[in-house]
């Protein structure tokens, strides 16, 4: 262990993602992984939308009759 290893920014733990990471620490690998978790959570943001906003709808189409 490096006298300055304290200094150096943690990585994230696999298949997490921290906005605003240093990118320039991580392998060919990691990258690939963490667009693939990106892409994941864009697919799980997208499907809690969708719900939210069939849910809406449902409830305007009760309220507006």
Do not use: C, Y
């Not at 240093?22 to 060919?28: A, F, G, Y």
């Amino acid at each position: 262990m490096s006298l300055f290893d304290e200094d150096l920014p943690n990585k994230s733990p696999p298949g997490t993602v921290a906005v605003g990471e240093d990118l320039s620490r991580l392998s060919e690998t990691e990258l690939e992984e963490r667009i693939e978790a990106l892409r994941g959570e864009i697919n799980r943001t997208q499907k809690e939308l969708e719900q939210r906003s069939t849910i809406r709808d449902a409830a305007n189409s009760i309220f507006q009759k």
